[in-house]
């Protein structure tokens, strides 16, 4: 069955429901309507962005309070007097008010890491919390009454029958616009954020500015779902916005599904639902009045945590009969676009990369010491060693990752020392990892395109509206020819996850190719292959080289390096020991002694 079937049917049921079920019950999905619209944001921030946030309770407040104050104060002053006229108007304010302040706190928030940020966001959450019920001018713990209901092409919406369609109205083109974002240039460069910010970077994208972005956006919907409560309820108070409603929020996400945009919904009915039924069903069963609804709803979160971790939505959708599978058409369509435009290579011969006096060290640890190289357009170098030697410290300042101590790396004719790794990247340089950084539920298809993310220009507002349709098809074909390339065509549609450790580094190589880079910096390549799939990576290799590209490996396997490489680099104690042909170093005896089991 196609999903867009059963989203019909979905809507169909929702325009129908005001007209069939008691006002109770359409009470009830009002509030899951603006419970899903607030969670729809934690999705983005904590299930694809990685970041746990527990102030969106905060943030609804602001958006409830600004309306309240502006549309009930009779003290305005003058110049803002206008904002009260209007529910929608007030709407634009605290939306610009609840960005600007999630601009500040992101701003401070989202530079932290670990276990600090969310303590981070429960600090300035509970702080807007008491500033709320303390001011006077927001009438402290009594809150405001008297609000004016949302009217819409004069009709007052001053029922929960009438207010319905709106709030579901707004989720829906929100769950539309989170959904175009997701599957857009700027969501992959969102969920890399989940691969790690040294792989996100070294992909071309602005970690900080991703993080802030999503962060805008949450906090965004959580000022609108704050609205459409302040002007359906007609009155607020303190009590909704603390940090109990915060985790709430977060339980929501995860029972639904922390990483899908339907299980924001779903989590925020079955968690609104389940709570309202045991408030009716246990003062009967047990006998008296309580908290047991609290203690009971905690066990069935632990419980539903430890069977289900990854939520109901993708649990749900195993059993639906779903057609997920693009079509032949689909696929001849993302192949036949124009290809990307491609960057002018580089002359056989070029210099590409040097490192002059290279020196690292930390406090009295001497990691790199003086080290120099030299690599060219359409050669292949070896960066070899026994383990701890250096290597990996000094493939991190080639790559931008690291700022040597002292000592220069150039690329391209330009010192690059202290420049951020996706800066570099835009210069034309890539790289993979000798720890696999994939994003594992994503497809092949979707990971290589990530490679992609600095040959694109369409930002948010695309994104979110789906208006970079011809720029994301050619980037799509893009990843689609390099999976093609690197053997992996049979591939496109799998999980990441689901690939064999060979193939997930060759998938790597194929996300690094994407980006159209001049040198290729290549990390243990060949780790897990077999091999028939070295022989292919080795020919792989040779072609790229043959077509100008400068690559710089590092790797263990002698036998993959001896019969490739042009010229090896060996390195001990973070020090270069022997450099030359790969048949002049296999007679090296100093690299006999370090490196290959000793000289005879």
């Not at 605290?94 to 276990?115: D, M, N, Q, W």
């Not at 591939?491 to 060979?502: C, D, F, K």
Request: charged letters at 15%; aromatic letters at 8%; a neutral charge.
């Amino acid at each position: 069955m196609k999903s867009r079937y059963l989203i019909m049917l979905f809507i169909g049921a929702l325009m129908s429901a005001p007209l069939i079920l008691p006002t109770f019950q359409v009470t009830l999905l009002n509030y899951i309507g603006l419970y899903a619209l607030v969670v729809l944001g934690l999705v983005l921030l904590t299930g694809v962005g990685g970041m746990t946030s527990f102030g969106q309770a905060a943030f609804v407040g602001l958006g409830a309070y600004t309306s309240a104050y502006l549309t009930t104060s009779a003290q305005l002053p003058a110049w803002l007097a206008w904002a009260g006229t209007s529910p929608w108007l007030t709407l634009v304010i605290g939306i610009v008010f609840t960005g600007l302040v999630a601009l500040i706190l992101g701003a401070l928030t989202l530079k932290l890491s670990g276990h600090y940020l969310p303590l981070g966001t429960i600090a300035w959450g509970i702080s807007l919390y008491y500033l709320f019920g303390n001011l006077e001018g927001l009438g402290g713990q009594s809150g405001i009454t008297d609000l004016p209901p949302i009217t819409l092409l004069g009709l007052s919406l001053d029922k929960g029958e009438k207010v319905f369609y709106l709030i579901w109205a707004i989720l829906l083109v929100a769950m539309l616009i989170t959904h175009n974002l997701l599957n857009s240039r700027e969501g992959r460069a969102i969920r890399a954020l989940k691969g790690g910010q040294v792989m996100a970077e070294s992909m071309g994208v602005d970690t900080f500015r991703a993080k802030l972005v999503i962060f805008l956006i949450s906090a965004v919907f959580a000022a609108i779902s704050g609205w459409l409560y302040a002007h359906t309820q007609r009155f607020v108070n303190p009590t909704p916005f603390g940090l109990n409603m915060g985790i709430d929020y977060l339980f929501m996400a995860l029972i639904g599904g922390v990483g899908s945009v339907w299980g924001a919904l779903l989590g925020a009915g079955v968690l609104t639902l389940l709570k309202q039924w045991l408030q009716d069903w246990l003062p009967a069963l047990v006998g008296s009045e309580g908290n047991y609804e609290t203690i009971v709803f905690g066990l069935l979160i632990v419980l539903l945590m430890q069977r289900v971790p990854g939520g109901l939505w993708p649990l749900l959708t195993k059993r639906l009969p779903l057609s997920s599978k693009p079509s032949r058409a689909l696929l001849k369509a993302e192949v036949e676009v124009p290809p990307l435009s491609r960057r002018t290579p580089p002359k056989k011969g070029d210099l590409i990369l040097e490192a002059r006096q290279v020196t690292r060290s930390f406090g009295g640890l001497v990691a790199n010491q003086n080290m120099n190289l030299t690599l060219r357009a359409g050669e292949i170098l070896a960066l070899i060693g026994p383990n701890g030697a250096g290597k990996s410290t000094l493939f991190n300042q080639l790559s931008g990752v690291d700022i040597p101590t002292s000592g220069d790396v150039v690329f391209m004719g330009e010192r690059i020392n202290g420049v951020p790794s996706r800066q570099v990247a835009r210069m034309g340089m890539s790289r993979t990892f000798q720890h696999v950084k994939l994003l594992p539920g994503m497809s092949a298809l979707e990971n290589v395109a990530i490679g992609a993310h600095l040959r694109g220009h369409s930002g948010i507002l695309a994104s979110s509206l789906h208006t970079e349709r011809t720029e994301e098809s050619r980037l799509l074909a893009e990843a689609h020819r390099q999976l093609e390339r690197v053997g992996l065509g049979d591939y496109l549609y799998e999980e990441a996850g689901s690939l064999a450790l060979g193939q997930q580094r060759i998938l790597e190589i194929a996300r690094a190719l994407c980006a159209d880079p001049v040198l290729l910096l290549l990390d243990e390549p060949a780790a897990g292959l077999r091999l028939k799939e070295k022989q292919a990576l080795a020919e792989l290799l040779r072609k790229l080289r043959n077509e100008g590209m400068a690559i710089l490996l590092v790797e263990h396997d002698m036998d993959f390096v001896m019969g490739l490489v042009d010229r090896i680099t060996v390195m001990e104690f973070g020090q270069k020991i022997a450099e030359g042909l790969p048949e002049a170093i296999q007679s090296n005896p100093a690299v006999l002694q370090a490196y290959l089991g000793g000289a005879e």
